[in-house]
């Protein structure tokens, strides 16, 4: 006890001030505890408000496909040098948001450091000689061709 | 029995002729395909021609002497029309063959026609072909399946000895089973797709239809090997596939899939067919081991996510330019891409190119495609795990017994109907659809996967299967 008591100079001095410094231990420590027990607190509502927004996010990211908007239907088809009509354009945007959404379900695997496959067979750098070969379907090939053939070369309409 | 050996035979023996046997299968297409719809296109006149030729020359000692075969619709045929089932290809007339026709001719098949398929061989029921509908043989209330619907009636009404397919996701063994006949979707390089109309091009192969898994055995060997044309196809040796089909499989394993087993769309009656599968090889000395791939029940979304991307590469180069269709009202070169491309694609096919531009464009291509292909590898690893525990695999071919027309409206449950299909092209191995169960008045059947490269070790499967059905 005496070890812990700041100042000795009688007995009741020496009692007082050790209550004193009880007081003020108690005080300390649940201090301490305070600032323990709210920065918890903090850390959990913190932690569970993140995980919150992360879910959020995840799910705005999960049911954001099935929201494929007339827009962004028209966006896609122009890409794809597709026209589409009104008819086509809400059709797809419900049929494509439902596939999509039915695709979504992989995101539930886990892939972390996992490669992806694009062949099946293993095989790499197939090559062949180098040499001139007859190819005489030439004419036919550009025979295929709906436009009318200029010397060799398929004529289309202007570009612009 | 092999239908193939026997007509041979006959020829050899004089029993009949190549060109009395050609005009019978025109006579029974006359009669049936009114009904059926399995052929887009015949060619009577040169069949008869090549037949008369062969017995000309008495030449019936190649494989395939005056056997006769339909071809998909989707592979070409130099200076006969290849349609792909599409209006963007209507008149479109090939000026080559593809490697499978070059080799089918030199074993001196003829080809009845062109047999009818989902338009470039996107679908499961045939229902997607541009030109007509092709019934089930087997009840014509009932779709075909497809891709390969054409093919599938055709050898299933007896309009020819076999036909070639090409599978994707299914679109062979899914229709063999609807019809009732056998079909072999062989190990992804095996056989070249030079020359067949590409839709998912690291998943395409080509296989036959027949009645006899010794046909298709037999088809498989003259279409099988390397192709300077197709750098895919792999360099291993192609054994005579109908020489080891008796050979004992006694102390080999059969593999159940237990995540397949467990679907909740499997109808009870087509998870019986395999049980009863798998207990007549148990009789036969096999053993039976169930295995796990937890990963299948991710096989439909990775499979159209990544073929639907890589078909919506494939489309781009039908832009009404070098080939196929040319709008008529396009006044500019855009609008020669943009008209063209909409009055010749059907519906399946628009979606695929949206589907697939969607997936592969940036900002989305990692979320979609490249996890897609990161699942592959897994789904990869699996089948590989399952294969050091079992030779073949023994499934469904398909959730259920063949469906109405207009019965899958949404794409999204036509996809869903190849749930037992799509993982073996997923991972690039083999599977044969081998007929054994009758349900009512349709034969159904089992689907039988072997490793890559395993087509020997299927076929020898599915024969015996097939002989314990014939005694």
């Known amino acids: 006890?005496?070890?812990?008591?700041?100042?000795?100079?009688?007995?009741?001095?020496?009692?007082?001030?050790?209550?004193?410094?009880?007081?003020?231990?108690?005080?300390?420590?649940?201090?301490?505890?305070?600032?323990?027990?709210?920065s918890t607190f903090l850390y959990f509502v913190l932690s569970v408000v993140s995980s919150l927004l992360s879910l959020l996010e995840f799910r705005t990211f999960l049911s954001s496909p099935t929201m494929l908007s007339a827009e962004e239907i028209r966006k896609i088809a122009n890409l794809a040098h597709l026209e589409l009509t009104e008819k086509e354009v809400e059709k797809f945007s419900r049929e494509l948001s439902d596939i999509l959404d039915f695709f979504n379900q992989l995101q539930e695997v886990n892939t972390d450091n996992v490669e992806p496959t694009a062949q099946v067979t293993g095989l790499r750098d197939i090559m062949r000689e180098d040499a001139e070969k007859n190819c005489d379907y030439s004419e036919k090939l550009l025979s295929s061709s709906p436009n009318a053939i200029e010397k060799s070369q398929i004529t289309v309409k202007s570009v612009f | 029995?092999?239908?193939?050996?026997?007509?041979?035979?006959?020829?050899?023996?004089?029993?009949f002729s190549a060109r009395d046997e050609v005009s019978r299968f025109f006579s029974v297409i006359e009669e049936k395909d009114k009904a059926i719809g399995a052929f887009l296109s015949t060619r009577k006149e040169k069949a008869l021609r090549e037949a008369e030729e062969i017995d000309r020359k008495k030449e019936y000692g190649k494989n395939l002497s005056g056997i006769t075969g339909g071809i998909k619709d989707i592979i070409c045929t130099k200076g006969e029309k290849t349609t792909a089932a599409?209006?963007?290809?209507?008149?479109?007339?090939?000026?080559?063959?593809?490697?499978?026709?070059?080799?089918?001719?030199?074993?001196?098949?003829?080809?009845?026609?062109?047999?009818?398929?989902?338009?470039?061989?996107?679908?499961?029921?045939?229902?997607?072909?541009?030109?007509?509908?092709?019934?089930?043989?087997?009840?014509?209330?009932?779709?075909?399946?497809?891709?390969?619907?054409?093919?599938?009636?055709?050898?299933?009404?007896g309009e020819c000895v076999f036909a070639l397919g090409t599978d994707t996701g299914g679109s062979i063994r899914q229709p063999a089973n609807f019809c009732g006949v056998v079909g072999l979707k062989p190990s992804y390089g095996r056989v070249s797709r030079y020359g067949a109309m590409s839709y998912a091009s690291s998943f395409d192969t080509i296989g036959p239809f027949t009645k006899t898994v010794e046909d298709a055995a037999i088809v498989l060997s003259v279409i099988a090997g390397k192709d300077e044309k197709d750098s895919t196809t792999v360099d291993a040796p192609v054994p005579n596939y109908a020489e080891r089909l008796s050979e004992s499989i006694k102390g080999k394993k059969v593999g159940l899939v237990r995540e397949y087993m467990e679907v909740e769309g499997l109808d009870p009656e087509m998870r019986k067919v395999v049980e009863m599968s798998a207990e007549r090889y148990r009789a036969m000395g096999a053993e039976i081991v169930e295995v796990s791939i937890p990963l299948v029940k991710y096989s439909i979304a990775t499979y159209f996510l990544l073929a639907k991307a890589e078909a919506s590469t494939n489309y781009a180069k039908y832009d009404g330019v070098r080939f196929g269709h040319l709008s008529k009202e396009a006044k500019a070169m855009r609008e020669i891409y943009t008209k063209s491309r909409s009055e010749g694609f059907g519906d399946e096919i628009k979606r695929a190119i949206m589907m697939g531009t969607y997936t592969l464009s940036a900002g989305y291509y990692d979320a979609y495609y490249l996890k897609a292909a990161k699942v592959r590898t897994l789904l990869r690893k699996e089948f590989d795990d399952a294969f050091e525990k079992a030779d073949v695999l023994l499934t469904p071919v398909s959730p259920t017994l063949p469906f109405a027309f207009g019965a899958k409206s949404d794409p999204l449950q036509m996809y869903l109907a190849d749930l037992y299909t799509v993982a073996p092209s997923i991972v690039g191995v083999t599977g044969i659809s081998v007929p054994t169960e009758k349900i009512g008045k349709l034969t159904t059947g089992v689907q039988i996967i072997g490793p890559r490269l395993g087509e020997e070790t299927i076929l020898n499967f599915g024969w015996h299967l097939e002989q314990s059905y014939s005694s």
């Open chain 2, 86 to 157: 599409s209006k963007i290809l209507k008149d479109f007339i090939p000026p080559y063959n593809a490697t499978v026709i070059e080799k089918l001719n030199e074993a001196g098949f003829i080809s009845v026609g062109k047999t009818n398929c989902d338009e470039f061989a996107n679908g499961s029921s045939t229902e997607y072909s541009a030109f007509q509908l092709t019934r089930n043989p087997q009840d014509i209330t009932l779709v075909p399946g497809g891709s390969s619907g054409g093919s599938a009636a055709a050898v299933a009404a």
């Open chain 1, 1 to 38: 006890m005496k070890n812990f008591c700041i100042g000795k100079k009688n007995e009741n001095g020496e009692k007082e001030k050790t209550q004193k410094t009880s007081h003020y231990r108690i005080l300390l420590f649940s201090f301490l505890f305070y600032l323990f027990s709210f």
């Open chain 2, 1 to 15: 029995m092999s239908l193939i050996q026997t007509t041979l035979a006959a020829y050899s023996s004089g029993k």
